[in-house]
């Protein structure tokens, strides 16, 4: 079969991204246009501002994308799109963009759920490393800024389907990074910068306690799991986390990440650390670009380790409980993706605990960790082989599920 050139547009969130990806197998272009400095001042994002910019970036970012690929709109075989989980007005931009181009070029559309995009971003990324083989059964836990759920992932004749088998009941993984940042007057996103602070602070000075979630052994009894509907997107304006309606104990390996925010704001509050907060808020926020040795200068060793010890905190259910779904499949490799797999400890820890449990582990490169549009032009290929193609009267789908 001849290669074909797929041209993947992502806009479910803030970032706005395009790239080409060959057969699902070659990176040839990755652009991705972060709107982070915009939403920053907010501390989080702001729906009407991500869509507005989505549609100042989203022509300049896929021309840009065409002409790092040295392709052109007419040689692209495919046009690929998120379709959701997202903000709905930011995913309509990147969708009738889309739909315009397949409309005016003749190109076949197809729609790419979001969380499919991050399962994805790890295959293409071995298939050009030359490891074509993928061992079944597969686990994908996709954990990020809007998400933390864990799907058992299926290929037959190049279709793919997904069963859910585990999701937060409030937070996702991220959100509790950003959010715990933002208690700590660390700005936004939280992930990166808890990440870097991590390692110079005692992992082991607060102990943080993960509820135990009741009726961890128990599976629903749905074949196809009905996920809890997606938060819109990651860190919207003070949108906290609510457990889905009536489906309570009914999953197996469920996550919940709001207990430990409210953790850390109460050891904030015993140990009286508002005032340096506060000041170290205004500190960081004369500056335009904190480097490293700016946040280290605006925090004390107190801060350092209530940081690294919620990271570890984190890291440790992340890794615990998705090994456990892991030995209770019979899991033969294991996919680590989305934003907060960029994370160092969590790698470590997924490494150093995969191998001691057999379980091979693999996760995309950091910059295809985070939202970008070359998941979506990969996890498009399948469906164009199998002409699985989008009519023009698709729409955004802000709570969509992966199934
Ligand atoms: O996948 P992504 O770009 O967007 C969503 O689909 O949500 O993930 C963004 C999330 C944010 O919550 C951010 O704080 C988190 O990923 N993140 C990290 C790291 N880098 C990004 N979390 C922990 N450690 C990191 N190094
Ligand atoms: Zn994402």
Redesign the pocket.
């Known amino acids: 079969m001849a290669d074909a050139y797929i041209l993947g547009i992502e806009s479910?969130?803030d970032?706005t991204a395009a790239a080409v990806v060959r057969s699902g197998e070659k990176l040839v272009s990755n652009v991705v246009f972060s709107q982070i400095a915009m939403h920053q001042p907010y501390g989080g994002v702001v729906p009407e501002l991500a869509s507005r910019e989505h549609l100042r970036a989203i022509v300049p970012v896929v021309r840009k994308a065409l002409a790092d690929a040295k392709q052109t709109y007419e040689s692209m075989d495919a046009i690929a799109v998120t379709q959701g989980p997202?903000l709905a007005g930011a995913l309509l931009v990147g969708i009738t963009y889309a739909k315009a181009l397949a409309f005016a070029l003749e190109k076949p559309l197809i729609a790419v759920n979001?969380l499919e995009g991050?399962i994805h971003a790890v295959l293409l990324e071995e298939r050009q490393k030359g490891n074509h083989t993928l061992n079944f059964p597969a686990l994908a836990l996709v954990?990020?800024?809007?998400?933390t759920h864990l799907f058992l992932a299926e290929e037959k004749d190049s279709a793919w389907s997904y069963e859910n088998i585990g999701h937060t009941r409030d937070d996702?993984?991220?959100?509790a990074?950003?959010k715990v940042?933002k208690l700590l007057g660390l700005g936004?996103?939280?992930?990166?910068v808890?990440?870097?602070l991590s390692a110079h602070g005692d992992a082991k000075a607060v102990k943080f306690a993960f509820a135990q979630l009741k009726h961890p052994d128990r599976r629903s009894a749905k074949t196809k799991m009905d996920d809890k509907k997606s938060p819109p997107?990651?860190?919207e304006r003070d949108e906290d986390g609510a457990p889905g309606e009536g489906e309570a104990n009914s999953l197996r390996f469920d996550f919940s990440y709001s207990g430990i925010k409210t953790a850390v704001l109460r050891y904030v509050e015993t140990h009286e650390m508002k005032a340096s907060i506060e000041a170290r808020r205004t500190a960081l926020a004369g500056i335009s670009k904190p480097t490293l040795d700016d946040y280290l200068a605006n925090c004390d060793k107190q801060t350092l380790d209530l940081v690294a010890s919620f990271?570890r905190a984190v890291v440790d259910d992340l890794v615990r409980k998705t090994l456990a779904a892991a030995a209770a499949n019979n899991i033969a490799t294991l996919l680590v993706t989305?934003?907060?797999?960029?994370?160092?400890e969590?790698r470590q820890t997924f490494e150093r605990e995969g191998a001691r449990a057999g379980v091979p582990v693999f996760f995309p490169s950091?910059p295809l960790?985070?939202?970008n549009a070359a998941m979506i032009a990969a996890a498009a290929y399948p469906k164009f082989l199998a002409r699985d193609f989008a009519g023009m009267d698709f729409s955004a789908e802000a709570g969509m599920v992966l199934r």
């Open positions: 479910s969130c970032e997202g979001h991050h954990v990020s800024g809007g998400h996702a993984a991220g959100e990074f950003d940042a936004y996103p939280g992930g990166p808890i990440d870097r997107c990651r860190k990271q989305g934003g907060v797999a960029a994370n160092n969590l950091r960790s985070t939202d």
